[in-house]
T-cell receptor, first 113, second 112 residues
Framework: EAGVAQSPRYKIIEKRQSVAFWCNPI?????LYWYQQILGQGPKLLIQ????????DSQLPKDRFSAERLKGVDSTLKIQPAKLEDSAVYLC???????????FGPGTRLTVL | GQNIDQPTEMTATEGAIVQINCTYQ??????LFWYQQHAGEAPTFLSY????GLEEKGRFSSFLSRSKGYSYLLLKELQMKDSASYLC?????????????FGAGTRLFVKA
C-alpha cells in the first residue's frame, strides 16, 4: 500500500509570513495526526483527527496554527504568522481503526528566518 | 504530569548488544511503543508492549514492566545501519483520543 505523502518536503520563510503543509494519509486510515518535531526532541502532538472531526488539539497554538481535514481524507496545517521558534519538522501520521501502529510521512522541514 | 526519560546518546560496537532504557510517568497507560528514526527520516514502528514481559522480533526485543514504569529495547548483533534515534512512546488513555506521548529519543551510534 502507498505510504503517507506530505508536501512540501522543505520550506524556508521569514518570520511573520504564512505557510501551509499538506498531508495525504494511507487510504482508509481514519485517524490522522500532525506532530511538531524540534531538532533533538521527540515528536509533539499538535492535533489529532478522527475522520474529519478534531479529537485533540490541546497543544495546538490556536492563535497562529490551524488545521483541517476536509472529507476525512487529506489534511492541511497552516501557520500564520510564523515565528522563529516554529522552525521544526512537521510530521503527519495516520492509523487505521483497531490498530496501534502509526505510520508517518517523510515530514516537512520548516525553517523560519 | 507526563514524563518519559531516555538516555540522550549511546555508542556501541558493530556486532555487539545494546540496551536502551526508558522510564515513564504518565497519567494513564495503554501500551508502550518503540520507534526507530534515521536522521532526516520519519519514525518507523519497531514494537508495541501492553503486557509485562519480553517481546522478541528478530534482532530487536522490547521489555516492559508496568509496575516499575520501565521499558527497554534490546538490539542484538548490531549493524552500522542501526545507527539512528530510538523513540520511546507511551499511549495514554487519559489524554484525549489515546494520545501517544513521545520521549526525546536516544541517539545510537554504531562504530566499526
Amino acid at each position: 500500500e502507498a505510504g503517507v505523502a506530505q508536501s512540501p518536503r522543505y520550506k524556508i520563510i521569514e518570520k511573520r509570513q504564512s505557510v501551509a503543509f499538506w498531508c495525504n494519509p494511507i487510504s482508509g486510515h481514519a485517524t490522522l495526526y500532525w506532530y511538531q518535531q524540534i531538532l533533538g526532541q521527540g515528536p509533539k502532538l499538535l492535533i489529532q483527527f478522527q475522520n474529519n472531526g478534531v479529537v485533540d488539539d490541546s497543544q495546538l497554538p490556536k492563535d497562529r496554527f490551524s488545521a483541517e481535514r476536509l472529507k476525512g481524507v487529506d489534511s492541511t496545517l497552516k501557520i500564520q504568522p510564523a515565528k522563529l521558534e516554529d522552525s521544526a519538522v512537521y510530521l503527519c501520521a495516520c492509523r487505521s481503526g483497531g490498530a496501534y501502529e502509526q505510520f508517518f510521512g517523510p515530514g516537512t522541514r520548516l525553517t523560519v528566518l | 504530569g507526563q514524563n518519559i526519560d531516555q538516555p540522550t546518546e549511546m555508542t556501541a560496537t558493530e556486532g555487539a548488544i545494546v540496551q536502551i532504557n526508558c522510564t515513564y510517568q504518565t497519567s494513564g497507560f495503554n501500551g508502550l511503543f518503540w520507534y526507530q528514526q534515521h536522521a532526516g527520516e520519519a519514525p518507523t514502528f519497531l514494537s508495541y508492549n501492553v503486557l509485562d514481559g519480553l517481546e522478541e522480533k528478530g534482532r530487536f526485543s522490547s521489555f516492559l514492566s508496568r509496575s516499575k514504569g520501565y521499558s527497554y529495547l534490546l538490539l542484538k548483533e548490531l549493524q552500522m545501519k542501526d545507527s539512528a534515534s530510538y523513540l520511546c512512546a507511551v499511549r495514554d488513555p487519559n489524554a484525549g483520543g489515546f494520545k501517544t506521548i513521545f520521549g526525546a529519543g536516544t541517539r545510537l551510534f554504531v562504530k566499526a
